[in-house]
């Protein structure tokens, strides 16, 4: 039987550097299928290209946090969070609202669930050390979510941190950060294997493929358009630490 291969991205934030290295090693593996887990501007210099990009090459995108927010954000927010509004087009901004919450699809026999954060909201967050009730809620069918069987596999972005964990059946995965990784300084995404729209259970795999890309380049690019809080986003792709956790304020978010 033979199988396929679906990429899951996320966490793009404006970074087209790593969006690109990203896409070079999916297409280099290939796999023609790309679904992305939301938050594709923001934070990063090149929010309005990482978009185009994005509704070229992804077949499905579910709303970020950032997604969700941009294209609100008033004339009295922090001057970094109008920076990065200003980066999008008005088509752009009415592309971001416009995208679903959640996505369903069946891989192997398994349903799978994709979504940016929980199953509460884009803007409600789940670490990867969690509890054992914040994992059985990122299964559970919500007002977000809809009504429908409940998944055996969930994957969501946000927390810029990748890793795959099984419990009583049911597997949540996290697929990391192309653009702003958290957990160590290099581009992550996840592949699915198997079956897709396979009602019959078959082979099933899961892999999170780490991607370096040249962090130079994307930096200077910051520089010269004088992106806000180029400082402490230099320091997040540099060491991976989290800009809250520098000593230093800035309008930014995950």
């Known amino acids: 039987m033979s199988t396929d291969r679906l990429a899951l991205i996320s966490d793009v934030h404006g970074n087209l550097t790593a969006l690109e290295a990203v896409l070079d090693d999916i297409a280099g593996r290939g796999i023609r299928r790309v679904l992305n887990l939301g938050d594709v501007a923001g934070k990063g210099p090149r929010g309005a290209a990482a978009v185009d990009r994005c509704r070229e090459v992804c077949e499905v995108t579910v ?21 990065w509004r200003d980066q999008l087009r008005p088509d752009q901004r009415d592309w971001l609202t416009s995208l679903p919450l959640s996505h369903d699809l069946l891989v192997s026999g398994r349903r799978v669930r994709l979504f940016h954060a929980s199953a509460t909201s884009p803007h409600v967050r789940v670490f990867a050390e969690h509890t054992e009730e914040e994992f059985d809620g990122m299964f559970a069918a919500t007002e977000m979510t809809g009504d429908g069987p409940t998944p055996d596999v969930v994957v969501y972005g946000d927390i810029h941190d990748a890793y795959v964990r099984t419990r009583e059946g049911r597997t949540l995965v996290n697929a990391g950060s192309v653009g702003n990784p958290l957990d160590e300084p290099v581009s992550s995404y996840v592949v699915l294997e198997g079956v897709v729209d396979g009602t019959a259970p078959a082979p099933f795999g899961i892999q999170v493929v780490r991607v370096p890309y040249d962090v130079d380049a994307e930096v200077a690019v910051a520089h010269a358009v004088g992106m806000p809080a180029t400082d402490v986003w230099e320091v997040e792709l540099r060491t991976a630490r989290y800009r809250g956790l520098q000593g230093q304020a800035t309008g930014g978010g995950s």
């Not at 970020?64 to 922090?78: K, M, Y």
């Open 63 to 83: 709303r970020g946090n950032w997604d969700d927010a941009l294209p609100r954000v008033g004339d009295d927010a922090p001057a970094a969070t109008r920076w």
